[in-house]
C-alpha cells in the first residue's frame, strides 16, 4: 500500500487579485480512499481541477507526478487516458439518455461511425452490477433518483478503465442509505486496488471510509491525517484553524404555548393521483420552540413543509390548520406568508434565489407589498432594509448591491433567511438550512435560528443530517413514508432510536 | 437610521447594476454615432426637420410593440403574434369606422378591447395551460392573419375618418402665430427638460440625503445641462416643421408610464423575479401565472393600438399590414439588451435598440440603399448588438 500513486508537489494558481493554492503538496498512495477537507473556497476544487487538466499544464505552477513519472495534461481528456477520472458534485447526465448512451458518450461503441448497441447494452450491463444497479440499461436518466444517477456516474468513470477516482461531495444530494451504499461501493474498489480522492463536508463518513485525510486552509496544505489520528474533531480544528469543541451554539429554550398546529394532513401527487404521498399527519410548534422531521429522502417531509406553504405541493389536501387556535386558509403562497409563514427551500439556487439580481431585490422579494405605497416601491427603504440584514446576518460583501450569484453557498444561504426574516413570519420551516455549507458558516446559521427560535417564532428544521437535527432541535418528528412515525423529546433522542422510526423499524 | 445611512456608502446606488448601464450607455453612444454618420454622409439632410418627423412618424408603431414585448420577454418568453394581431384589429377598425360607421373614440376603444381579448386568449394557453409562447403565438400569428383577411374578404378597405387619422399624422395645435416656429415644440421641450432635470436633481438629493455615494454635483450638472440640450435641440427641429406629432404624445406617454412601472413598481419587481428565477417567484408569493397572463394582455392591448397608428398612417387596411412588425420588435428588445432567456432588460434599451433600427433604415434610405441590402445590414446589425452583449457579460465572468 505505501506504493505513491500520485504527488503533488508545491502546486500554486492564481486567478487575478487571488491566490487560490499556494505551494500545495498532496501525495496519495495506491489503493487508498483520501479524503480531502477544507471549508468552502480553501480550494479543494482547484486543487483537484489542475489535477485532471481542466486547468492545463502551464496555467499553474508546480509539479504532478503520476505513477511517479511528471504528467503534464492540457485538458481532461489526457488525464483521463491516465485513469484519472472525476466527478463531479454537479452531475454531468442527460437525463433524456438512457444509461447506457450516457456511460458511452464521447465513448460510443461504434464501428466506421454505426454505433453497436449489443455490445453497448452488453457492458452497460456489466458496469452497473459492479456498481450494484439493477436497472436495464435503457432506463432513461430522469427516471432515477439523485443517489442512482451518482451509481451511474460512477459506472461511467469505471467503463473508462479509472485508476484514479476522483469525487466531489458524492454524497451531498444523497440521503442516509443511499450515502451508505456508496461508501460501500468505494470500499469494494479499494479491494479492486481503485485509489480514491473524496472532496466531503460529511465528517462522519470521512472518518468512516479513509485511509488518509488531508486538510486544506486558505489555499495551503495544513495537514495529512493517516487511520487512527483520522477523528472530526481533530479535521475540524484543521479547517478552521482553532478548536471548535462544540459545533452547535449553546441555547436555553424559553418555549410557550402552541403556535401552530396541523390536524389529520393529507396530499396525493400532483401527477401520480391516487399516490398518497402524506397519510394523516398531526403536528405541532410551540412559541420559540425548534422542533424538526428526521427522514429519509422520499419519506415526504419537503413534501410536508410545502403542501402546507400554500399548497405549493401536492393534490387533494385536506385537514386543518391552526394557529394560535385559529384555523387557516392557505390556499396561496401570500395567504401563507400573510399569515406568518415562511419556508427555506432546501435548493437555493432552483427555488430561493434570483442569482441575477443583486442582494437587495432578493431580500425584499417576499415583502414587496411591505415596501412599496400604491404599487410603487420605497427603493430607499428597500436597500435600507437589505444594509440591516447585512449586517445582523453579517452577509460578507462589498455592497448589497452585489449581484447574489457571485457569493458563496453560505453568503447566499443568509441572503434566503434574511428574505423571510424581513416578511416577518411566526412559523418558519427550514428545509435543509445548511446544505452545502462549511462548518464555519453552519455554526452562524444555527446562531441565526437559536435568536429567531428566542424572539419566541415557531421554527422547524428538516435535515438529512442526523447529527444537526439532534444537535439543534427541542423535539423531532421522525417521518417514514409519508407519515409521521415517531416523536422525540431531544433528552431521549440518539441516532439510533431514531433511525428505527425513520426506517420504520 | 442615520448608522445605516453611512454604511450605505460603499455601496453604489440602487439604479446602477454594474454591467446593464455600460451597456445602456454604449447603446446611446452607438446611437448617436451611427445619427452622426448618416448625417455626415448625407449632407444633412438626416436631422433636417421633415426627416425627423418622418422617423417619429414611420417608427412609433414598432417602438409600441417593443415596449410590451420587452415585458414579455423579461419574463422569459415569445410573442410571434404582434403583427398579425396588429393587421387585425386595422381589419377589424375598417370594418367599424368605414363600413358601419361607428364614431371614431368609441371604434378605437373597441379595438383596444380586442386587443386585450386576443391577449387575455394567448395569455390563458401560455400562463395557465404552459402550452410554450412560441407555440401559442406562432399559432396566433397563423390565425390572426387568416382571420384578418376573412374580415377583408381579400380587398384592401380605406380612407379612414379625419378624426382617426389625427392619430398618426396630426400634429400637436399650435399655440403660437401659426408662422415660423411652432412654439407649443418649444413649450414642450421647456417643460420636459424641467420636469427632467427636476427629476434628476430631487432623485440626487434623496440619495445624498440617504448617504448613497453620489457622484460630485458637477457631474450632475453636466448631465442635467447634456439632457436639457438634446431635448431643446429636438423639439426645436420638430418646431422648424410641424411640431409635435400627436403620436409622438402617445408614445412618449407609454414610455415614461413603462420606465416607471418596470423599475419603480412593485409589478416591475414580479416581472424581473419571475423571468429570473420563476418557481423562487412564486413560492416567495408572487401570483406567477396571473402576472404572466396580464402581461400577454396588455402586449394584446399595445398590438391593437400599433395596429391601429399604422392603419391610421396608411389610412388603409390591407391584408399584409403588420408583416414582420414582431421581428423588429423582438430585435429592438435584444439589441436594447434584453435576454433571451428572461430576467434581464429595460424598456430604455428597448426604445434606444428600436431607433437604432429605425435610424440605420432611415439612413440607407436616404443614402439610396435599396431594401435588400438594408434587411441584410439590420441582420448583421442585430447579431453584432447581440454577439457585444455575450462576449461583455463573459469577460465580467
Known amino acids: 500500500m505505501d506504493k505513491i500513486i500520485l504527488e503533488m508537489k508545491g502546486i500554486t494558481k492564481e486567478f487575478p487579485g487571488v491566490k487560490a493554492l499556494n505551494n500545495v503538496n498532496l501525495k496519495i498512495r495506491q489503493g487508498e480512499i483520501h479524503s480531502l477537507c477544507g471549508e468552502n473556497g480553501a480550494g479543494k476544487s482547484t486543487l483537484m481541477k489542475v489535477l485532471s487538466g481542466v486547468y492545463p499544464y502551464g496555467k499553474y505552477s508546480g509539479d504532478i507526478l503520476f505513477d511517479g513519472k511528471e504528467v503534464q495534461f492540457k485538458n481532461t481528456k489526457q488525464s483521463e487516458e491516465k485513469g484519472i477520472v472525476i466527478i463531479h458534485q454537479e452531475l454531468a447526465l442527460i437525463p433524456y439518455l438512457s444509461i447506457a448512451e450516457n456511460i458511452f458518450l464521447g465513448n460510443e461503441q461504434a464501428k466506421k461511425g454505426i454505433v453497436d448497441w449489443n455490445e453497448t447494452f452488453v457492458k452497460t450491463q456489466k458496469l452497473l452490477q459492479k456498481v450494484g444497479l439493477t436497472e436495464t440499461p435503457e432506463t432513461l436518466i430522469t427516471n432515477l433518483g439523485v443517489g442512482k444517477q451518482q451509481l451511474v456516474e460512477i459506472a461511467k468513470a469505471i467503463s473508462k478503465e479509472v485508476r484514479l477516482l476522483i469525487l466531489d461531495e458524492p454524497t451531498a444530494a444523497l440521503n442516509e442509505d443511499d450515502s451508505a451504499n456508496l461508501l460501500e461501493l468505494l470500499l469494494e474498489f479499494k479491494k479492486q486496488g481503485i485509489t480514491s480522492i473524496i472532496i466531503s463536508h460529511k465528517l462522519n463518513e470521512v472518518t468512516a471510509v479513509s485511509d488518509a485525510v488531508t486538510v486544506i486552509r486558505d489555499g495551503q496544505t495544513i495537514e495529512t491525517l493517516y487511520k487512527e489520528e483520522i477523528t472530526e474533531d481533530r479535521i475540524i480544528k484543521g479547517m478552521v484553524g482553532r478548536d471548535m469543541s462544540n459545533r452547535y451554539p449553546e441555547r436555553n429554550p424559553g418555549i410557550g404555548d402552541v403556535i401552530f398546529e396541523v390536524k389529520d394532513w393529507n396530499a396525493y401527487h400532483p401527477i401520480h393521483k391516487d399516490r398518497k404521498v402524506l397519510d394523516g399527519i398531526d403536528f405541532h410548534i410551540k412559541k420559540g420552540e425548534i422542533v424538526g422531521i428526521a427522514g429519509l429522502m422520499g419519506a415526504g417531509r419537503t413534501e410536508f413543509a410545502m403542501s402546507l406553504f400554500g399548497k405549493s405541493f401536492g393534490s387533494k389536501i385536506s385537514g386543518t390548520v391552526l394557529k394560535n387556535g385559529q384555523e387557516l386558509t392557505l390556499n396561496t403562497v401570500s395567504e401563507a406568508i400573510r399569515h406568518g409563514l415562511a419556508y427555506v427551500s432546501e435548493d437555493r439556487k432552483g427555488n430561493g434565489l434570483l442569482l441575477d439580481e443583486t442582494i437587495t431585490r432578493n431580500i425584499s422579494l417576499a415583502s414587496l407589498g411591505k415596501l412599496s405605497k400604491n404599487g410603487v416601491m420605497d427603493e430607499f427603504r428597500e436597500s435600507e432594509e437589505a444594509e440591516n440584514f447585512k449586517q445582523l446576518m453579517r452577509i460578507k460583501t462589498p455592497s448589497v448591491f452585489q449581484h447574489v450569484g457571485n457569493l458563496s453557498g453560505g453568503n447566499q444561504q443568509k441572503v434566503v433567511l434574511s428574505k423571510w426574516m424581513l416578511s416577518e413570519p411566526d412559523i418558519l420551516f427550514l428545509d435543509e438550512p445548511t446544505r452545502g455549507i462549511d462548518v464555519g458558516a453552519k455554526y452562524e446559521i444555527y446562531s441565526i435560528i437559536h435568536e429567531l427560535a428566542n424572539q419566541g417564532k415557531g421554527v422547524c428544521i428538516i435535515s438529512s443530517e442526523l447529527p444537526e437535527v439532534l444537535g439543534m432541535c427541542d423535539r423531532i418528528y421522525a417521518m417514514f413514508e409519508g407519515k409521521l412515525t415517531g416523536e422525540v423529546l431531544r433528552k431521549d433522542a440518539t441516532q439510533e432510536v431514531m433511525m428505527q422510526y425513520m426506517t420504520g423499524a | ?397
Open chain 2, 1 to 397: 437610521m442615520e448608522a445605516n445611512a453611512k454604511k450605505i456608502q460603499k455601496s453604489q446606488g440602487p439604479q446602477s447594476g454594474g454591467l446593464g448601464w455600460v451597456k445602456q450607455y454604449s447603446m446611446i453612444f452607438f446611437l448617436i454615432i451611427i445619427g452622426a454618420v448618416f448625417q455626415f454622409s448625407t449632407n444633412g439632410i438626416f436631422l433636417r426637420p421633415l426627416n425627423v418627423t418622418n422617423i417619429i412618424l414611420q417608427n412609433s408603431h414598432i417602438l409600441i410593440l417593443a415596449i410590451g414585448m420587452l415585458m414579455v420577454i423579461v419574463l422569459g418568453h415569445i410573442d410571434l403574434s404582434v403583427g398579425s394581431v396588429a393587421a387585425f384589429t386595422g381589419a377589424v377598425a375598417a370594418l367599424l369606422m368605414i363600413n358601419n360607421n361607428v364614431p371614431t373614440v368609441l371604434a378605437i376603444v373597441l379595438c383596444l378591447l380586442i386587443g386585450a381579448l386576443v391577449g387575455a386568449w394567448q395569455g390563458y394557453w401560455i400562463a395557465y395551460v404552459k402550452v410554450p409562447a412560441f407555440i401559442v403565438t406562432l399559432a396566433g400569428m397563423l390565425v390572426f392573419r387568416g382571420l384578418t383577411i376573412v374580415l377583408l374578404g381579400g380587398r384592401t378597405i380605406a380612407s379612414f375618418p379625419d378624426t382617426f387619422r389625427l392619430l398618426s399624422s396630426g400634429f400637436v395645435a399650435d399655440i403660437g402665430s401659426g408662422s415660423g416656429l411652432n412654439v407649443t415644440a418649444l413649450v414642450m421641450g421647456g417643460v420636459v427638460s424641467a420636469l427632467l432635470g427636476f427629476l434628476m436633481v430631487s432623485g440626487y438629493a434623496k440619495k445624498k440625503s440617504y448617504g448613497i455615494s453620489v457622484p460630485p454635483a458637477g457631474v450632475l450638472g453636466l448631465k442635467v445641462t447634456l439632457m436639457a440640450i438634446i431635448v431643446m435641440s429636438f423639439s426645436y427641429i420638430l418646431a422648424m416643421h410641424a411640431g409635435i406629432p400627436n403620436v409622438l404624445l402617445i408614445l412618449g406617454a407609454l414610455i415614461a408610464f413603462y420606465h416607471f412601472a418596470t423599475t419603480r413598481m412593485k409589478v416591475g419587481r414580479y416581472l424581473y423575479a419571475i423571468g429570473g428565477n420563476e418557481k423562487a417567484a412564486a413560492l416567495s408569493g408572487i401570483k406567477t401565472k396571473a402576472v404572466t397572463f396580464w402581461t400577454f394582455v396588455n402586449m394584446g392591448v399595445l398590438a391593437a393600438l400599433s395596429g391601429l397608428i399604422f392603419t391610421a398612417r396608411l389610412n388603409a387596411s390591407t391584408a399584409a399590414a403588420g408583416d414582420l412588425f414582431e421581428l423588429d420588435a423582438i430585435a429592438a428588445c435584444f439589441i436594447g439588451g434584453a435576454s433571451a432567456s428572461g430576467g434581464v432588460g429595460k424598456v430604455m434599451g428597448a426604445i434606444i435598440g428600436g431607433l437604432i433600427m429605425a435610424i440605420i433604415n432611415n439612413g440607407m434610405s436616404l443614402l439610396g440603399i435599396g431594401v435588400d441590402w438594408q434587411q441584410a445590414i439590420k441582420g448583421l446589425v442585430l447579431l453584432a448588438a447581440v454577439a457585444f452583449d455575450v462576449m461583455n457579460k463573459k469577460k465580467a465572468a
